[in-house]
Each structure stands twice: as C-alpha cells, then as structure tokens.
T-cell receptor, first 114, second 111 residues
Framework: DAGVIQSPRHEVTEMGQEVTLRCKPISGHNSLFWYRQTMMRGLELLIYFNNNVPIDDSGMPEDRFSAKMPNASFSTLKIQPSEPRDSAVYFC????????????FGPGTRLTVL | DQQVKQNSPSLSVQEGRISILNCDYTNSMFDYFLWYKKYPAEGPTFLISISSIKDKNEDGRFTVFLNKSAKHLSLHIVPSQPGDSAVYFCAAEASYDKVIFGPGTSLSVIP
C-alpha cells in the first residue's frame, strides 16, 4: 500500500489567497483526520471524518477553515482567506476504526503564508 | 488547557544509555495511550501503546509504563541508538472519543 498521500508537500502563498490541501487515505480505512503541527501547540486535531461524515470539527480554528470528504478516497482542507498565522505543517491521517486504532500519517504539507 | 502534557521539549542522551520520555495527562477518562515517533519531513508513525488495564507494555527496546494514580506515563528506550533521534509524541484516548496528542519531546541520541 502506498500509505496516506498528501499534496502538495510544500505550499507558499500570499496572505488572502485560498489554499487547498489534499489527502488520499489508505484504502479500506474508515476514519480520516486532519492535524496541524506548530511549535507552540504541537500536534492539534482540526477535524475528523468517519465513513466520509464529519464527526468532530471543534478543532477547526475559525470559519476560514473548511474540510470536505466527498468520497472514501479523497479529502480536502481549505483555508480561505489564508493568513500568516496559518503557516504550519498540516498532516492527514487515516485509520481502519474510529477508536482505539493506530493512525497512519501522511508526510504532511508545509504551508507558508507570506 | 492541554490534557496531555510533555513538559520536556527536548532531551539529549548518550548512545547506549537509557532514554526516558515522560508524559502527564489530566483527563481521568483516558484509557488508551500511545506513543508516536516523528522524523523531520515525515509524518508521525506509531511506536507503542498501552491500555489502562496494564501498567507496562514492552516491544523490543521500547517499554511504556503507566501510572494511573499519578496520571503519568513514560517511554523507556534501552539502549538508545542514534536512529532513535526524533520527536516523540504522547497521545491519549478516552473510550469512544478522539485522540489527544501532547506537544512532543525532541530526543537527540549522541554517538
């Protein structure tokens, strides 16, 4: 299996622009997670889906952030408009089961907002 | 308020010695704990886990200890190797709830 695939690996954009991060989970996994890693806050959960349905989006920082999972093999995290404080590494992870299961992480997208 | 704390941002250990990474949690409902390891420019990978019904779990050079009364767990690496140099995340999960990660501890194993 190719593992969790994320694109792009690096994204540099200017403040105010729309940014879309993409994720392909491992085939057969039912849960998908979006995380953000920063020096100050470590690894924080933004949102997670189970069977393509958003279950908990309490970690989404504000309305500028949105996430979708139109099917079992694809998810997007969108930031519109982007701000410099959104600069971070964003990880997507997937797992077979929603609870008590190992999460497999993608390589991450390093986002820089100028 | 952070529910999972790793109070040491970094740790340096000599090759061959023991590395001890600590983690404290505040939520008494947590009943499953995990450690993930992260190399630069890669995503975290699962390392070892422990259920709250146990107080120790061992996998090769890695052992996790859980002290429920103190709400504390630790990861022991013996012997430490240069390839163990990475960021280690402690994570905790309550039944039927999401996983909460700590901020991570950066381990450097010096040859």
């Amino acid at each position: 299996d190719a593992g969790v695939i994320q694109s792009p690996r690096h994204e540099v954009t200017e403040m105010g622009q729309e940014v879309t991060l993409r994720c392909k989970p491992i085939s057969g996994h039912n849960s998908l997670f979006w995380y953000r890693q920063t020096m100050m806050r470590g690894l924080e959960l933004l949102i997670y889906f189970n069977n393509n349905v958003p279950i908990d989006d309490s970690g989404m920082p504000e309305d500028r952030f949105s996430a979708k999972m139109p099917n079992a093999s694809f998810s997007t995290l969108k930031i519109q408009p982007s701000e410099p404080r959104d600069s971070a590494v964003y990880f997507c992870a997937s797992s077979k089961d929603r609870f008590l299961d190992t999460q497999y992480f993608g390589p991450g997208t390093r986002l820089t907002v100028l | 308020d952070q529910q999972v704390k790793q109070n040491s941002p970094s740790l340096s250990v000599q090759e061959g010695r023991i590395s001890i990474l600590n983690c404290d949690y505040t939520n008494s409902m947590f009943d499953y704990f995990l450690w993930y390891k992260k190399y630069p420019a890669e995503g975290p990978t699962f390392l070892i886990s422990i259920s709250s019904i146990k107080d120790k779990n061992e996998d090769g050079r890695f052992t996790v200890f859980l002290n429920k009364s103190a709400k504390h767990l630790s990861l022991h690496i013996v012997p430490s190797q240069p390839g163990d140099s990475a960021v280690y995340f402690c994570a905790a999960e309550a039944s039927y709830d999401k996983v909460i990660f700590g901020p991570g501890t950066s381990l450097s194993v010096i040859p």
